[in-house]
């Protein structure tokens, strides 16, 4: 098992940057694929970003690609959400998840395939 622990969420204007951490217990974290996800006021939880376990692939959203960027640190059990040039829009629950899986290469992008999940940490945008 794995517990994740989410960080660095705030507010900030539009145009802004926030890093969100996740830290993992645990120490097989290499063993599980990684991924962002975030929930809207009123709105279903999206699919944000994913990275394989190996950290050499990566997957985004069409609405945050070119201004997120994913990034895992496996020698300190930690995934990485930077986010720049932010939009109200982006304003959120953000939520990492991982995923055990066996590919060095697979990042899962539906919320169904991962089995463990952060609490979240709060992201606002103000216009």
């Known amino acids: 098992q794995v517990q994740l622990v989410e960080s660095g969420g705030e507010l900030v204007q539009a145009g802004g940057s926030l890093r969100l951490s996740c830290a993992a217990s645990?120490?097989?974290?290499?063993?599980?694929?990684m991924g962002w996800f975030r929930q809207a006021p009123g709105k279903e939880r999206e699919f944000v970003a994913a990275?394989?376990?190996?950290?050499?692939?990566?997957y985004y959203a069409d609405s945050v690609k070119g201004r997120f960027t994913i990034s895992r640190d496996n020698d300190k059990n930690t995934v990485f959400l930077q986010m720049n040039s932010l939009k109200p829009e982006d304003t959120a629950v953000y939520y990492c998840?991982?995923?055990?899986?066996?590919?060095?290469?697979?990042?899962?992008?539906?919320?169904?395939?991962?089995?463990?999940w952060g609490q979240g940490t709060r992201v606002t945008v103000s216009s």
């Open positions: 998840a991982a995923d055990p899986v066996y590919s060095y290469s697979y990042y899962p992008t539906a919320s169904s395939e991962y089995d463990y």
């Open positions: 645990g120490r097989t974290f290499s063993s599980y694929a």
């Open positions: 990275i394989s376990r190996s950290g050499g692939r990566t």
